[in-house]
């Protein structure tokens, strides 16, 4: 039984780092030549936290760290940054995700809107710490309310899609035998 639980979990890690790709590509893409006057959500970390409330072991933290760190780089970004920022929140929600399994989806997205909270607020105080050029507040946290409002229907998506969901009480835990 085991042989079968494993390659689906490579299956879905190998699923969520073409879809993070695929984002950042689309995040790349010149669609408009006018700058935008409002800041989109991050879908990555839509997705990310997603899935790790869900399936943990579909999102690895070293995965996550090196998709992060690329797209800190290709978005032109301080390098590492947002990349270690977005590993301890991931971390957060992981450690979080057996106690919420159990609780509804209100309280999954108050955990995961908690946390981009003060995802954002660090970013944002040690860019200023440092002295680094940043967006006006106002864009930052536009987009955290984009993120916020978004992550519902990723979260849908990934459920209906993906079929990412919550590890039920019985599951066969294929993270129990690793020390």
């Known amino acids: ?14 699923l969520y780092l ?7 590509f689309v995040h790349l893409l010149p669609l408009d030549t006018m700058p935008p006057g409002w ?10 936290f997603a899935w790790a409330v869900r399936r943990p072991d579909y999102v690895p933290v070293l995965l996550v ?3 992060a760190l690329g797209t800190d780089l290709l978005l032109q970004r301080p390098p590492g940054l947002w990349a270690a920022i977005t590993v301890l929140g991931l971390e957060t929600l992981r450690n979080r995700a057996s106690s919420l ?3 509804t989806f209100a309280a999954e997205w108050a955990a995961v809107s908690s946390t981009l909270v003060v995802m954002t607020l ?10 680094v050029d940043q967006a006006p ?11 916020l409002l978004v992550y519902p229907l990723v979260a849908l998506l990934s459920h209906a899609l993906f079929g990412v969901r ?3 009480p019985g599951d066969l835990d294929t993270a129990a035998g690793r020390a």
Do not use: C, H
């Open 1 to 14: 039984m085991a042989d079968t639980v494993l390659p689906r979990v490579w299956m879905m890690r190998a």
């Open 101 to 103: 399994r159990d609780l």
């Open 18 to 24: 073409g879809l993070s790709w695929v984002l950042v």
């Open 137 to 147: 507040l106002g864009l930052s946290l536009m987009q955290l309310v984009a993120t």
């Open 39 to 48: 800041a989109g959500p991050n879908i990555f970390l839509a997705l990310t």
């Open 166 to 168: 919550k590890r039920a």
């Open 65 to 67: 760290a090196l998709v």
């Open 122 to 131: 660090a970013y944002r105080f040690i860019l200023t710490i440092l002295m």
